[in-house]
C-alpha cells in the first residue's frame, strides 16, 4: 500500500508532497483510497463535504466505529502526516481479519478532505462541514490563491457543491472514531515508545496582517521618505518569536504576500499570516495580544496602516477521557503508554465536539513534519497497526 501511494502527488524536485483538495493529485490519492477499499469488499461513498467512507457493515446500524484520517499535503509534505493514519487503518482492518475475528458493530475507514487547508487557507474544510463548524456561506467564501472559490473547484473535480453542510444524521450513526498519526514532535523519542495517546490539542488560530504602505521605485526615493511596510513585518516577525518565547508557546509567520512584488519597488502591501499555538488559552491570548500590540507601535512609527483579521481559531480540545482511558487499558496489557498533548491540528479534534474521538501517535524520530525530511520507522509503523488493530477489535468486536 505504502509503496503504491508513494509516488502520487510527489514533486520530483523537492521531493515533497503537493496533494491539495480538488486538484488532480488529490483525484489521484481518491481513486487509491477507492481501490484499496474495493480490494477489502468494502462499500465506498463519498459524502454530500467530499469526505470517503468505507464501509464494513450496515452504515445505517448505528454505533459504528470509525478510523482513518487524510491524505492531502501541506506545500511540499512529507510523506506520512495523514497517509500513514489511512494506510494504517487498513492495514489494521486486514490484521483484525487474519486474527479471524467477527465484528459486532459497523467498522469505516475514511478520508477526510482538505485537512491541511493548504488550498483555501483554512485546515479541516471536510470534518469541520461534517460537524457544522463551517457553514456552506461560508464554505461557499473560501478562494485559492487564483481567485477560484471552493464551490468552483469541487464542480471543476465533478463533485456538486450545493449540498456541503452540517450532516448531523452521519455523525449521529457514530459510537467512536480514533485516528492515527505520525507524531508532529519528538516526545516519543525522547521516551523510547513507539505508539502514545493523545490527551489534548493545543488551542490555535491563524491571524492575517495587512500592512499598507506606498510603493515608489527603490532607487530613488530617500529611506526617509519611504512608508515601507517590509520593515514593520519584519519587526513583527521577531516580535513573535520573542513573544512566543516568553509565554512559552508557538508563533509563525510562515506566508507571506507582497504587493507589487518587484524587485526594484518599495512594496505598498505585505500580508504576513500568523499561526499561534499554546499549551493553554492564557499563554495563547498572551501571545496574540502581545504581537499585535508591538506591530501596531512599529506600524505607528513607520506611518504604515495595519489590519488584523482572524482566519480562523480553535479552543482546546480534550478527548473523551472514556474514550482515552479505553485505549489505555486495551493497549497497557503490556506497559504503560504515554499520554500526551500536541500543538498540530486534526479531523479528531474537530469532531470531538460531536462525537467521542482519541487519536494514536507513532513515533517520529526526527520529530520534523510538514517537510520532506518527516519519518516514521516501519517497525514503529507495525507497531502503529497493531495498536490500531487492537483497539478496533475492542471496540468493534467484543
Keep these: 500500500m505504502w509503496s503504491s501511494l508513494h509516488g502520487i502527488g510527489r514533486n520530483a524536485a523537492t521531493g515533497g508532497y503537493r496533494r491539495y483538495a480538488w486538484t488532480a493529485a488529490d483525484a489521484d490519492c481518491r481513486l487509491w483510497f477507492r481501490m484499496q477499499a474495493e480490494a477489502r469488499r468494502l462499500d465506498v461513498e463519498t459524502d454530500r463535504n467530499g469526505n470517503q467512507w468505507a464501509w464494513l457493515g450496515d452504515p445505517t446500524a448505528g454505533d ?71 457553514t456552506k456561506e461560508q464554505a461557499y467564501e473560501l478562494r485559492d490563491a487564483d481567485g477560484i472559490s471552493l464551490p468552483q473547484a469541487m464542480e471543476a473535480a465533478g463533485h456538486d457543491p450545493s449540498g456541503i453542510g452540517a450532516d448531523p444524521e452521519r455523525l449521529a450513526r457514530i459510537g467512536a472514531f480514533v485516528e492515527l498519526h505520525v507524531e508532529q514532535g519528538r516526545a516519543l523519542d525522547l521516551s523510547g515508545d513507539p505508539v502514545g495517546i493523545a490527551s489534548s490539542i493545543w488551542p490555535h488560530g491563524r491571524w492575517r496582517y495587512d500592512f499598507a504602505g506606498e510603493a515608489n521605485h527603490a532607487g530613488t526615493t530617500r529611506l526617509v521618505d519611504r512608508r515601507d511596510p517590509m520593515l514593520t513585518y519584519a519587526e513583527t516577525v521577531l516580535a513573535a518569536r520573542r513573544e512566543a518565547e516568553l509565554a512559552g508557546a508557538v508563533a ?44 501596531r507601535a512599529y506600524a505607528e512609527r513607520h506611518g504604515i496602516d495595519l489590519d488584523v483579521v482572524q482566519e480562523s481559531y480553535t479552543p482546546v480540545v480534550e478527548f473523551s477521557h472514556a474514550l482515552r482511558d479505553e485505549l489505555s487499558r486495551i493497549l497497557g496489557t503490556t506497559g504503560k503508554v504515554p499520554v500526551l498533548g500536541t500543538g498540530a491540528g486534526h479531523d479528531a479534534g474537530i469532531l470531538s465536539e460531536s462525537i467521542p474521538t482519541a487519536m494514536l501517535f507513532v513515533r517520529n524520530p526526527t520529530g520534523v513534519s510538514h517537510s520532506p525530511a518527516e519519518f516514521a520507522a516501519e517497525d514503529d509503523c507495525v507497531a502503529g497497526v497493531l495498536a490500531l488493530a487492537d483497539v478496533l477489535e475492542e471496540l468493534a468486536c467484543r
Excluded at 512584488?261 to 499554546?278: E, H, K, T, Y
Aim: proline share 4%.
Design 64 to 134: 459504528a466505529v470509525v478510523t482513518g484520517s487524510h491524505l492531502d499535503s501541506v506545500p511540499d509534505g512529507g510523506a506520512f502526516d495523514g497517509p500513514l493514519g489511512v494506510v494504517s487503518s487498513f492495514a489494521a482492518l486486514d490484521e483484525l481479519r487474519a486474527r479471524g475475528v467477527s465484528f459486532k458493530r459497523p467498522l469505516a475507514i475514511v478520508n477526510f478532505g482538505d485537512e491541511e487547508g493548504a488550498r483555501f487557507g483554512l485546515a479541516c474544510v471536510g470534518s469541520r462541514l461534517t460537524a457544522g463548524r463551517l
Design 252 to 295: 509563525t509567520f510562515g506566508k507571506i504576500a507582497v504587493e507589487p512584488n518587484g524587485v526594484n519597488a518599495i512594496p505598498s502591501m505585505v500580508r504576513g499570516w500568523l499561526d499561534a499555538r499554546a499549551a493553554d488559552q492564557g499563554s495563547l491570548d498572551k501571545v496574540v495580544a502581545g504581537v499585535e500590540a508591538e506591530a
